[in-house]
């Protein structure tokens, strides 16, 4: 709700002057629910050269299992939002928060916002995840020109999905801000869309970029494909 006051001032034929004061109030009632994809998407249809690979220090691996986490440092500064991030926390269902600190309950996958979970936090495949069957990997490493990557290869879905996929993809971190998800192999859409959310968020419990999000009771947006990127910009973060 606005409210706010101006005036009209006015010559008339005659060379007098009129003052006419206005008081305005302005109501704005939003929608039950909103979607404002600000993300920007592209999709190659050739080989994926949106991927990234390591530099000369190679990859860490990270083995976990169930909904584990582990901290990890990252090979710069982050400024986002005026918050200054060093370190994260890797999650095994495909996501990482900001700081490493942060306390956050893995399952089951939820839309954003909500207030239980951290201020940052990089929502790149968000799901009921196993990475502990010794199939697939996930590992951090830098690229040469400098990006932090974390990358989910070939990670199958746990035994309690609808049904049986495995998912590819990265979150790529730049210093500037810049945050890239790489989708190098999701389930086909005609497969029935898995419960999943994806996207980023910056302020805690306030605002969002939200992609997509299913759930049990809940189906917004699309699901990205094969070989698809999303870009989103420090100045989408809100």
Do not use: M
Not at 57 to 79: D, E, K, N, W, Y
Not at 85 to 105: E, H, I, M, Q
């Amino acid at each position: 709700s606005h409210t706010g006051s101006f005036r009209i001032t006015g010559t008339r034929a005659d060379g007098s002057r009129v003052i006419l004061p206005l008081d305005v109030q302005v109501n704005i009632t939003p929608p039950a629910a909103a979607r404002l994809p600000l993300y920007l998407p592209i999709v190659s249809t050739g080989a994926f050269s949106a991927w990234e690979y390591p530099g000369p220090a190679g990859r860490t691996v990270h083995r976990l299992s169930g909904s584990a986490s582990v901290g990890i440092t990252l090979p710069f500064t982050l400024t986002l939002k005026g918050q200054t991030l060093t370190t994260g926390r890797l999650f095994a269902d495909g996501f990482v928060t900001l700081p490493a600190t942060t306390g956050v309950s893995s399952l089951p996958n939820q839309c954003l916002p909500n207030l239980v979970r951290p201020a940052v936090g990089l929502y790149g495949w968000w799901a009921d995840l196993d990475p502990g069957t010794g199939q697939g990997t996930i590992s951090t490493f830098q690229t040469t020109t400098g990006r932090f990557v974390v990358e989910y290869a070939d990670i199958p879905a746990a035994p309690a999905a609808n049904s049986p996929y495995r998912v590819s993809f990265q979150i790529v971190l730049q210093a500037n801000g810049r945050v890239e998800l790489n989708y190098g192999r999701v389930p086909p859409v005609g497969d029935g869309p898995p419960p999943v959310t994806i996207g980023v968020r910056a302020a805690d419990g306030r605002f969002y970029n939200q992609v997509a999000c299913i759930t049990s009771t809940t189906e917004l947006g699309a699901l990205p494909r094969t070989h698809e990127r999303l870009i989103f910009n420090p100045e989408d973060f809100y």
